[in-house]
Structure formats: C-alpha cells, structure tokens
C-alpha cells in the first residue's frame, strides 16, 4: 500500500548525499572529500575537497590545500588554493593564505588575508 520497503530504502539512499556532512574537531584528514552536499569543518584537512554545495570552516577548522564549491563561509584557517562559484565570506577571525577566484567576496574586518583574488569569473556569470 505505501511501497516496498526496498523503494523507502532507495529513497533514502537518494537522499544521502544532499544530508550536510560534519568533521568534528579534533579529527585530522590527509587526502581528499568529495561531496555533493553541503560539509563542515571544524577538524584539519590536508587535501581537496570537492562540494556541489556550501563549504564552512569553523573557528576551529584548518584546511591546507584547494577547496572547490558553490558558496563558502571561512572562520578558521585555509592555506592555498580556493575556486568558488558564489560567494565566499571570511569572518573576522579567518586566516586565509593563497590564491581564491571566486563570484563575490565578503571579508569582515579583522580577517587576514594574504594572496590574490580573482573575481572576474563571477562578473562574466553576472553579465550573460
């Protein structure tokens, strides 16, 4: 009358990759996240990752590498390479280190940012 139990389970498992994902602190990862959905880190990351959807690091998430995503929101450390589609927001306790090529960007004062940024990307989006 409702479906099968296997049709709940495959709808479920649909699902799975749209739920936000979270890397507690005190966790360490050496290699690379690939999502589609949306993920937050208040652990360390040496590696990639890869999100269809929003990034946050927290205030005590550290990453050293490249993040590519649709929107991020930064409060702790990032160290290298950052390609965002939308917007990427540094809070005022952020330590940012590389190169970010990004749609919009939104820095709060007191946030340290050290490298270039290159918005032109987002402008050629904004003007199709």
Avoid: H, W, Y
Avoid at 3 to 26: E, H, Q, V, Y
Avoid at 62 to 79: A, P, Q, T
Avoid at 111 to 125: A, I, P, R, V, W
């Amino acid at each position: 009358m409702f479906g099968s139990k296997k049709d709940n389970n495959m709808a479920r498992d649909n699902n799975a990759d749209l739920r936000p994902n979270t890397i507690a602190s005190g966790t360490v990862i050496v290699g690379d996240i690939k999502t589609k959905g949306s993920l937050r880190l208040d652990g360390e990351l040496v590696g990639t990752i890869e999100s269809e959807e929003k990034v946050v690091i927290g205030k005590t998430g550290k990453v050293k590498g490249k993040i590519f995503c649709k929107n991020i929101d930064i409060s702790g450390e990032m160290e290298g390479e950052l390609k965002v589609e939308g917007l990427s927001s540094f809070t005022k306790s952020s330590r940012i280190t590389g190169d970010v090529k990004t749609g919009q960007l939104e820095i709060e004062a007191g946030s340290l940012f050290t490298g270039t940024c290159d918005m032109t990307n987002g402008l050629q989006k904004q003007n199709k």
